[in-house]
DNA sequence: AAATGTGATTGCATATTGCAACTGGTTGTG
DNA sequence: CACAACCAGTTGCAATATGCAATCACATTT
């Protein structure tokens, strides 16, 4: 995939890379939602991705090592997708731009309650997130697709996630 | 302008807001560079955005309440396009991607040395500098255009990378 | 009067996005 | 074994966005 280089400057360059609509929100389901195949982020993104723009945007952010692919075991067409270093890298940019969008945009309580939890968190929650991340992305991409991990960063937020939306008579 | 909201997720509705080639890099150049006039915009900028697109982006970025708009006093044909609040507070946004930009893509050092400067200094160098532009952008958009204040952090990050460009030859 | 500076707009070609339908194949079920 | 459901995409097509070069109407400076 080739990257324009308009300018050696970083922020350019983070744009001429993350700058689209798509790109940031597949990377935000793969990383809190743990979604990690095709259909998954598919049929269960909110913002109701197009098929065919969610298969170029993956195999653009494979080709620039933002994310990997490999074969499932259990499935000989299933396809599993896992965030890479760089990628997971991205935690502090999507706790940033959160918090940015908590406060300035029309949110909803449920969608937004992870990015509070975030924000509060600090440093040493996103440390622990990235650590985490690593092992169900890099470390056991398998076994992570599948939830054979605790991961008590992710799990509390999903936890709060689910308890807003139950409150809220989901 | 209208916001699509398809979710009321924070990073999807910011993707909606700022998911785009130029918005961001024409919020930089405002923000570190002080370019406040159409004209500055579009000729220093190191990316060559187009006229066409630099004006259809300030459009919109005013309409969003992230850019305001007024007459130059000094001339009856210039306009001062400075950053409201909810673009100043995008510091600790362009901080984060700046350090990402820095560490994943082949940046130049002229043009991450100000990313360097801002990741280091953390969020008492956030802050002082948001208040800085508060006072240039808000307070005194007019005087602040015309580089009327004394800005300690914004001067900084330019020597540095004034310094930079001198010892590379230019 | 002429040159330059100002914030744009226009025309046109190309690229991207969005939507719906469809493809070729695999797996699970009665 | 037949058949439905599932899987990762692809295709066709219309609408929109981007990129580039030229141009515009007006203001200020020389």
């Known amino acids: 995939m080739k ?15 993350l700058g689209d609509r798509w790109s940031l929100v597949v990377i935000r389901d793969m990383m809190f939602g743990n ?3 095709f259909r998954e982020l598919l049929t269960r993104s909110h913002e109701g991705i197009a098929s065919n ?8 952010l494979v080709s620039l090592g933002l994310i990997s692919k490999r074969d499932d ?4 067409q299933k396809a599993i997708y896992s965030l890479t270093e760089p990628a997971i890298q991205l ?3 999507l706790a940033a731009i959160g918090a940015w969008g908590r406060r300035h945009l029309p949110v909803t309580e449920e969608l937004s309650i992870r990015a509070q939890l975030l924000e509060q968190g600090g440093e040493p929650m996103w440390n622990a997130f990235m650590d985490e991340l690593r092992v169900i992305h890099v470390e056991d991409p398998v076994g992570g697709a599948n939830g054979q991990h605790a991961s008590s960063v992710l799990a509390r937020l999903t936890e709060a996630y689910d308890e807003v939306r139950r409150s809220r008579g989901r």
């Open 53 to 60: 723009i969610l298969a170029a945007r993956l195999k653009r």
């Open 73 to 76: 075991p259990s499935h000989s």
């Open 35 to 37: 979604r990690r195949h």
């Open 91 to 93: 935690v502090p940019v």
């Open 3 to 17: 990257i324009e280089r308009r300018s050696g400057c970083p922020i350019n360059l983070t744009m001429e890379v």
